[in-house]
Nanobody, 125 residues
Framework: VQLQASGGGLVRAGDSLRLSCAAS????????MGWFRQAPGKEREFVAA????????NYADSVKGRFTISRDNAKNTMYLQMNSLTPVDTAVYYC???????????????????WGQGTLVTVSS
């Protein structure tokens, strides 16, 4: 599967953004999907993930209550709605696909097999 992330940009603290991740191929619904981010000088970190059917989600504590992950399997697309953004959220955001046969929604980047190119989110204070 090939992934294309989009929707990043420059916003002010308190603003919202919605990221999208478009997937190629006809097997999108067979992948657990996730969002990760990497700030300058830091390691890539988990943000959110969603099960194949979309019925289960997992969030990093730092984004709980502010970010919402969703997917539309008919459109082969995953989303990340980000509200109440702060400068700490500034990073390159990556979408990723986990081809696991398990129903577990994993949070480690090492579990994910395919990655998009990333989209930059910059939040000014």
């Amino acid at each position: 599967v090939q992934l294309q992330a989009s929707g990043g940009g420059l916003v002010r603290a308190g603003d919202s953004l919605r990221l999208s991740c478009a997937a190629s191929g006809r097997t999108f619904s067979s992948y657990t999907m996730g969002w990760f981010r990497q700030a300058p000088g830091k390691e890539r970190e988990f943000v959110a993930a969603i099960s194949k059917s979309g019925d289960r989600t997992n969030y990093a504590d730092s984004v709980k209550g502010r970010f919402t992950i969703s997917r539309d399997n008919a459109k082969n697309t995953m989303y990340l709605q980000m509200n109440s953004l702060t400068p700490v959220d500034t990073a390159v955001y990556y979408c990723a696909a986990d081809r696991t046969y398990s129903t577990v929604v994993r949070t480690t980047p090492y579990a994910y097999d395919y990655w998009g190119q990333g989209t930059l989110v910059t939040v000014s204070s």
